[in-house]
């Protein structure tokens, strides 16, 4: 995400932000209620009756860590068996009992029980050992819900792989890995290095991520949508660490005009609308292309090249291109990155009076025309600005005027 936008989103949240300190205050009470009701040697004495989620007393631990810390953080998104341990029916066994979430446990609920709470207990008494938690059998959004419970200041207080996905996406974050902790230290870190928002507490951080691009578009149900609004809906983009970006060689040939295109052009068009839209396609094609850029550096060993691939777009909207990267050789190459949800075949790119001068006076810029970005297996095409612009197939047509005047 380029800095001006994310300027503007925080603005924004500051309109509410005054609103968001009282009520993490009331919370953080709750908090430090909960930890001192289930210090480590509390949850280690605990009966299956004062632990399971299912039965009627509220104070349970799974209970209160649920629903009465519900504002921390949701994790109703998952079934009961997230706890290790509860009460209540499986499947069409409609029978209530104790039941082992995860046979890796224990043979027995006794056995397991005291298992889960020797693996919740190794999340207390070890918040910085990543690989030990990492490991510990915990479920991720149980995990994530006691470690930042007990490490306010360290854990981000949103579970959700698919929300960590889709916020890493909005904010275009490079990620690798696929564990929910990496996905919320990405987010942190990104947190943390910003200006504005490293003052913040990380339960305003996430108030903001949800204020500004709300949930997953993909948990927006078609059949509840207006047809004015689905017609907007934007299919979110799979994780970026599950994305294999392939290069491709292709040659351009004659395009043929198309008789219906003078037809399409009479409607009125929602610039506001496509310009978001545009948007998130551009800044997910760049995503993509940076660890394309990393990945392909990596592979020929250049592991100090890997680190000076800059991401220009981010904050310079006037450099004419959007990454500066380097060849195998260390030569700088710079790269502007135009992207479309189509496969390959006929494409319309658009390309700034700054980018065209840029392109025509620095050596060693290129275009990487990301083919299918929406999907997990991109395509790209990479190619010198002089020879697609000086390309006899290449059709280029002024679309934009600007306009000066005076008025008195």
Sequence with gaps: MKLSSLREYQLDFEKIRPNVLPNFKELFKLVESFKNDFSSKKILNLNLDSFVVGKRDPNTFCNRIENELNEWGNIHGSTAKKFGIYYGV????????????????????????????????????????????KNNPISPMFKGK???IYFPEKFL????????????????L?????????????????????????KWSIFEFS????????KPNDELKNDKLPEELSKLKLKDFPP????????????????????????????????????????????????????????????KNKPKLVKKVDHVAKYDDSAGYDIKSFDENGVEKYIEVKSTLKPIGHSNIFISSNE?????????????IVYEVGSKQPKIWKIKGTELLNDKNIKITPSLYKVTFKTK
């Design 90 to 133: 499986d499947g069409i066994d409609i029978n209530k009992q104790y039941r082992i979430g995860k046979a890796s446990y224990g043979p027995s609920v006794e056995i397991a029980f005291e298992n889960v709470k020797l693996a919740i207990v190794d999340l207390i008494n070890n918040p910085n050992d990543l690989t030990s938690i």
């Design 146 to 148: 006691i470690l930042s």
């Design 157 to 172: 207080n949103i579970f959700s792989a698919s929300h960590l996905n889709y916020f890493i996406n909005e904010l275009s």
């Design 174 to 198: 490079e990620n690798n890995s696929k564990s929910e902790i990496d996905k919320q230290n990405q987010l942190l870190t990104f947190k943390n290095s910003d200006s504005v928002m490293a």
């Design 207 to 214: 108030k903001f991520l949800y204020h500004s691009f709300g």
């Design 240 to 299: 970026i660490e599950s994305i294999n970006a392939e290069f491709v060689n292709l040659k351009t040939e004659k395009s043929i005009s198309s008789k219906s295109s003078s037809k399409r052009k009479s409607k009125k068009t929602d610039y506001s609308s496509q310009s978001k839209r545009f948007k998130k396609i551009g800044d997910r094609g760049e995503q993509i292309v940076v660890m394309a850029e990393r990945k392909f550096l990596l592979k």
């Design 356 to 368: 065209l001068s840029v392109s025509n006076d620095t050596e060693n810029y290129y275009f990487y």
